[in-house]
């Protein structure tokens, strides 16, 4: 489990002092938050692919704040916070929302470049409460026809 603390996540704090592990509810929203990145390139490198894989995140019970349908506007947001492709505002939110005296574990918002699906942040001081049940890499076996069959629905290729 990787919980970044780079800056370059959508809500990676602001000041480098939490990290943020980021996960889809469904492997496909993983696939889209991950290999959908680039708009204007379809091509997926296959080393990419080969050095990728999708685990399943186990989890205990963890409060997250719900960025998703009426959870923005009780927070006075708007889906932007999903979109916006530069990541200081929110950064802000996750940092706000990190500190709240309620110490909410992270937060639940819509995929970028697959709206349909949601994702979670989950905040590194809930380490304690996930672990990896399963990890299938992308390529091999019954993952490897789940993969081909991503790639086939946005229309990509892969670039041997």
Same mark, same amino acid.
């Given at each position: ?16 002092? =939490? ?19 680039? *708009?204007?390139?379809? *091509? /997926? ?11 399943? /995140? ?13 959870g923005l506007?009780? *927070?006075?947001?708007?889906? $932007?916070i999903a ?11 996750? $940092? ?25 942040? /989950?905040?590194?001081? =809930? ?20 993969? /081909? ?12």
């Amino acid at each position: 489990m990787y919980f970044s603390k780079s800056g370059d996540g959508r809500f990676d704090d602001p000041r480098r002092r =939490y990290g943020v592990l980021y996960a889809g509810f469904k492997p496909e929203a993983a696939f889209a938050e991950v290999f959908l990145r680039q *708009l204007s390139q379809m *091509l /997926i490198l296959e080393s990419d692919l080969e050095q990728r894989a999708l685990s399943e /995140i186990g989890c205990k019970a963890v409060d997250c704040v719900d960025l998703t349908g009426s959870g923005l506007r009780q *927070l006075s947001c708007d889906n $932007r916070i999903a979109t916006e492709t530069r990541y200081r505002t929110p950064g802000l939110w996750s $940092r706000s929302i990190f500190e709240h005296p309620q110490q909410p574990g992270g937060l639940i918002y819509l995929s970028r470049h697959n709206p349909r699906f949601r994702c979670v942040a /989950i905040f590194d001081s =809930y380490i304690s409460h996930l672990g990896v049940k399963s990890t299938e890499p992308l390529l091999r076996g019954s993952r490897r026809a789940w993969t /081909i069959d991503q790639i086939s629905k946005y229309r990509l290729a892969i670039e041997p």
